[in-house]
């Protein structure tokens, strides 16, 4: 039923039309992980990485004792972000300060090395989150923005700033998703702004400019997630 190469993701955007569509609607249960996953023709462990993906998006919320439940978007029960996934390593406080110093300098190292194609890629990945936000398609607006950051790091000129950020790149991801449930449409709106900006800068290989833009996206990411790194 799924693309098995990226089984989690796939099911998670099953799942997440399952809720669009009204198959599964606000304040529905989750069937038992055993059930859905066969339902899906998927592993459990794969519908367990699908589930706490829409969960830190804010689609559905988990309840001890109780169960998993679909959350409708902008409800009272959703007013804040799901539980950090990677607190038994590093804080979000942490990942978001290695955020700013990282994409900082990969951006400002990345300057002048992005092909035009490359450069098309992000404005139509900054584009795709800006439709996507607006139909709430909240998996492909986060997946168009990890493409954006994504790209820029595979210019970056040093070999071990792009290892690095393949190394600790689900920590990343993760601090993309984690403000969603919390994010109001000016700040979505801000952040494309945002992306542009970064674009510009790229575009006019002005690597000052295009740390500065970069660390101040990622700082209003953060902020918007309550911190302040």
């Not at 989690?8 to 669009?20: E, F, G, K, V, Y």
């Not at 462990?45 to 969960?55: I, V």
């Not at 400002?108 to 439709?131: H, I, S, W």
């Not at 952040?191 to 660390?215: C, F, G, T």
Request: glycine share 6%; charged share 20%; net charge neutral.
């Amino acid at each position: 039923m799924l693309n098995r190469t990226l089984v989690p993701q796939s099911a998670a955007r099953l799942i997440q039309d399952m809720i669009q569509n009204g198959e599964l609607a606000a304040g529905d249960k989750i069937p038992s992980q055993r059930e859905f996953s066969t339902k899906l023709g998927i592993s459990r462990a794969s519908l367990r990485e699908a589930l706490l993906t829409l969960e830190t998006l804010g689609l559905i919320k988990t309840e001890a004792g109780r169960g998993t439940f679909v959350v409708a978007r902008g409800s009272a029960t959703n007013s804040g972000m799901a539980p950090w996934r990677y607190s038994d390593s590093y804080s979000v406080f942490d990942v978001f300060q290695t955020r700013i110093m990282l994409e900082g300098s990969i951006a400002a190292l990345a300057a002048g090395r992005l092909t035009g194609n490359q450069l098309q890629a992000m404005e139509a990945a900054t584009k795709q989150m800006e439709v996507c936000w607006a139909k709430q398609d909240l998996l492909a607006n986060v997946e168009a923005d990890l493409e954006f950051h994504a790209i820029i790091a595979s210019a970056c000129s040093n070999s071990m700033m792009r290892a690095l950020y393949q190394v600790v790149r689900e920590q990343l991801t993760e601090t993309q998703r984690q403000p969603i449930p919390i994010t109001e449409p000016a700040r979505m709106e801000a952040s494309i702004a945002e992306h542009r900006k970064i674009i510009s800068a790229l575009r006019e290989n002005d690597p000052v400019r295009a740390r500065q833009e970069m660390e101040g996206h990622v700082l209003n990411t953060a902020r918007c997630a309550g911190l302040n790194p």
